[in-house]
């Protein structure tokens, strides 16, 4: 699977924490299950768009 984060922007976004190198594995896990929610629930309204409500 590729990378769907980038990690630069993860560590900056929790600057004021440490961030163990598999929380980036779990992460990219976790936006790749929401992508497919969401094109799941644009195909079940038939639609080939992603909107912001499939979210």
């Known amino acids: 699977m590729s990378d769907l ?3 630069a922007a ?3 976004a929790l600057s004021d ?3 163990s190198a598999d ?3 779990s992460l990219n896990e ?3 299950e929401l992508l497919d ?3 799941e629930r ?3 309204n038939d639609r080939k768009t992603v909107q912001p409500r499939d979210l």
């Open 17 to 19: 924490h440490n961030v």
């Open 37 to 39: 929610d969401a094109a």
């Open 10 to 12: 993860v560590k900056d």
């Open 30 to 32: 976790e936006v790749a």
């Open 42 to 44: 644009a195909e079940a």
């Open 23 to 25: 929380f980036y594995d």
């Open 5 to 7: 984060i980038v990690k």
